[in-house]
């Protein structure tokens, strides 16, 4: 396994999945504009260290100083205008963000440029994840403006979970191009 992977989005759920794809052999290239907040240690692969740093920095940072994994940071939004730079090359695209019109720019961009890529979302409550390709993903609206999204450190263990198997499939189709959907509670994994 070789390549680019680009993984935009590094809250809850993207920060997770980096942790669990630290030793893959590819290069990381890391996307998100958003600052640490307090809250975010709770439900995050963010330390208290961090704080008011860049969420993509500060993971470039951790991510070289505990495991030694190299990857290059981009903390800036991603935009019309900067994604076909962003990403150019890139082998698999994750995207792990919680915006409506982000997830949408994603999509259409990675369909019309050919480029692999799986969307992973988890619900506001912790009780739901779905890892799904761009072929089957139908963006969803947030709930109410300015909700609050996995800010709970009651659900971190499923947020890993989740992460977690977005790494797994991620990892599977950059192996053997196998693409799978799964959909996620924490009681249950099922296949779709």
Not at 23 to 44: H, L, P, R
Not at 132 to 140: L, M, N
């Amino acid at each position: 396994m070789s390549g680019s992977v680009v993984i935009v989005g590094l809250g809850a759920l993207g920060s997770h999945l980096l942790q669990f794809a630290r030793n893959w052999n590819v290069d990381f290239k890391i996307i998100d504009f958003d600052y640490i907040e307090a809250k975010n240690v709770q439900s995050q692969f963010h330390t208290k260290m961090s704080l008011r740093q860049n969420k993509a920095a500060a993971l470039h940072r951790a991510m070289m100083g505990m495991f030694g994994t190299k990857v290059q940071a981009i903390p800036h939004k991603l935009t019309a205008d900067n994604i076909e730079v962003h990403f150019k090359d890139a082998d698999l695209v994750i995207d792990c963000t919680d915006n409506f019109d982000t997830r949408v720019l994603i999509q259409d961009h990675c369909k019309d440029q050919k480029i692999p890529c799986l969307h992973g979302g988890l619900s506001a409550d912790g009780q739901f994840a779905r890892i799904i390709w761009t072929e089957g993903f139908t963006p969803d609206h947030e709930g109410a403006p300015g909700q609050a999204t996995c800010e709970d450190g009651d659900h971190v263990a499923f947020y890993g979970m989740a992460g977690c198997q977005l790494a797994i499939v991620a990892r599977k189709f950059l192996d053997d191009g196998r693409k799978i959907n799964l959909q996620m509670t924490p009681s249950n994994i099922m296949s779709l």
